[in-house]
């Protein structure tokens, strides 16, 4: 990546403009309180399956670095994973805190990151990040599940049915059908998913705005600074290791790392209180790792071009 530092700036501020906007806009009721679950469904199931869908049907599956990027993806999780898993045997933490601190650890606000790749790298580099959600979210989502429900046991259908039934995955896969048919989208449908896709970013960052919880930073403040100094700064530096030894080229090492480098998703808290985990920790972590990412982000970036 050969960008400047304003060019960096450029590209990130008004992402986090349109959070700011969208916590501005529910604090004053506007337009009104039943409007945000509505939005936040709507760009689960159509905005966002649609903005994966087409970016995957016309992605390049011929990247001779496609494979090594997958294992790089695999790689990072699985060592984020395991130390995890070490850190809640040492420290004897209930299901309802690992999970909460598993989510802030491990899962990225996935609006954030496709708008960022976008204004970096554009069609091309939002092709590679769509590959990478593919592997990704189904990855993230059965550790988010089991870390939640470990201790009083979970079947394997309770934990990949929510997985098989993700409208984000579902599009992953239709995408990559599409690609791999040769069908293309004719007849105005690219033109279609294109509209559609142009929606979701904004949207879904107005939401992730509308989502924070600030009224929870006064809840654990080590636990907070902890899992967010490990999410925003240790787990980037492990991905940048990763991308080293695979050998990634420069433009896949930096989606990598950002990836690894986003706050923790907002609908983690969803998942958190569904499963009987500790929500106010997983909103306290939701709200501080969004707020910081404004800082962090753009260090780690410059970090890697210098």
């Known amino acids: 990546m050969d960008v400047s530092v304003t060019d960096l700036?450029?590209?990130l501020w008004p992402l986090f403009a349109?959070?700011?906007?969208?916590?501005?806009?529910?604090?004053?009721?506007?337009?009104?309180?039943?409007?945000w679950p509505g939005a936040e469904r709507l760009n689960?199931?159509?905005?966002f399956p649609a903005l994966l869908f087409s970016s995957l049907a016309r992605a390049p599956l011929d990247n001779p670095a496609l494979p090594d990027l997958a294992g790089a993806v695999l790689l990072a999780l699985g060592c984020g994973w395991v130390a995890l898993l070490i850190c809640k045997r040492v420290r004897g933490w209930p299901a309802s805190r690992f999970g909460a601190l598993t989510q802030g650890t491990l899962r990225f606000n996935t609006y954030l990151g496709l708008a960022a790749v976008g204004s970096l790298f554009g069609e091309q580099g939002l092709a590679l990040a769509a590959l990478m959600l593919a592997l990704m979210v189904p990855t993230v989502n059965v550790m988010s599940v089991w870390s939640l429900t470990a201790e009083?046991?979970?079947?394997?259908?309770?934990?990949?049915l929510p997985i098989l039934k993700n409208p984000l995955i579902l599009a992953c896969?239709?995408?990559?059908?599409?690609?791999?048919?040769?069908l293309g989208l004719p007849?105005?449908?690219?033109?279609?998913?294109?509209?559609?896709?142009?929606?979701?970013?904004?949207?879904?960052?107005?939401c992730v705005g509308a989502a924070l919880k600030p009224q929870e930073l006064g809840g654990e403040v080590p636990a907070l600074g902890w899992n967010s100094a490990?999410?925003?700064l240790l787990v980037p530096a492990m991905a940048y290791g990763v991308a080293r030894l695979t050998g990634l080229p420069t433009m896949e090492t930096t989606i990598l790392v950002l990836f690894f480098a986003l706050p923790t998703a907002p609908t983690a808290y969803v998942l958190t209180r569904q499963l009987g985990g500790d929500s106010h920790l997983?909103?306290?972590?939701?709200?501080?790792?969004?707020?910081?990412?404004?800082?962090?982000?753009?260090l780690i970036l410059l970090l890697l071009e210098g």
Do not use: C, K, W
């Not at 349109?18 to 409007?35: D, K, T």
């Not at 896969?173 to 040769?182: D, E, R, Y």
């Not at 997983?282 to 753009?298: H, N, V």
């Open 187 to 206: 007849g105005g449908s690219d033109r279609l998913l294109g509209l559609l896709a142009a929606a979701s970013l904004p949207l879904g960052l107005l």
């Open 44 to 47: 689960y199931f159509i905005l």
């Open 152 to 160: 009083r046991g979970v079947s394997a259908r309770s934990l990949l």
């Open 18 to 35: 349109l959070i700011v906007a969208g916590y501005a806009l529910r604090l004053r009721g506007f337009p009104s309180e039943a409007f």
């Open 173 to 182: 896969l239709a995408g990559v059908l599409v690609n791999l048919s040769g």
């Open 9 to 11: 700036l450029l590209a």
């Open 282 to 298: 997983m909103a306290g972590i939701i709200t501080l790792q969004t707020l910081l990412a404004a800082a962090s982000l753009p």
């Open 230 to 232: 490990v999410r925003l």
